[in-house]
């Protein structure tokens, strides 16, 4: 059976394994606390494959519920003063985008919460994704990211968010036990 380690970001997003061959792991907010996190459980659980959940503000309109994201970028990484493109890492070759799935959606990752929509194009947002690709990218290890639109990444962010905080949880146990996700 393949061994799967579930990153997510807080215990309010999803507070139990949704299988006995799941491990989950709280990641903390924001990118720094997820790549540290996501390197120990990495080397602590050695798995087959990772999985993000968590919640994520709407870029792109129409989307809604629980969605898969292929691809990731950091939609805080500045450096244009130094020549290079908004998103791109200095020194760095393919930092711009992490794609690591076929799903067609990309999420823009920073720290920062998302009340307005990012220079930088991208689907959805969330504080956590990118490090956690570029991480198992590194490993070599598979990753398939599944985000819960909370918020339209617009003035009632923050407020959407906490009311849509509570239904993350069942929207993806619910797919999960369809049989949908993995």
């Known amino acids: 059976m393949q061994k799967i380690l579930l990153l997510v970001a807080m215990r309010e997003e999803l507070s139990t394994p949704p299988a006995p061959h799941w491990t ?22 050695r798995p087959d494959l990772v999985v993000n959940f968590g919640t994520a503000g709407a870029v792109t309109k129409g989307l809604h519920g629980l969605v898969e994201v292929g691809a990731a970028l950091q939609r805080d990484m500045d450096v244009r ?10 020194f760095e070759e ?31 947002v969330d504080m956590e994704l990118y490090p956690i690709a570029k991480i198992c990218r590194a490993a070599g290890v598979p990753l398939r990211a599944f985000k819960y639109i909370s ?15 509570r239904h993350a949880e069942n929207a993806f146990l619910q797919r999960l036990q369809q049989g949908h996700l993995l």
């Open 24 to 45: 989950v792991v709280h990641i903390g907010v924001g990118k720094v606390n997820a790549a540290w996190r996501c390197a120990d459980a990495l080397a602590a659980h």
């Open 151 to 165: 918020d339209s990444a617009d003035d009632t962010a923050p407020r959407d968010w906490r009311a849509a905080l």
């Open 94 to 124: 393919g930092s711009e985008e992490i794609r690591f799935a076929p799903a067609p959606l990309t999420c823009g990752t920073g720290d920062s919460f998302a009340n307005a929509a990012p220079e930088l194009p991208c689907d959805v």
């Open 81 to 90: 003063a130094l020549g290079l493109p908004l998103g791109a890492t200095p």
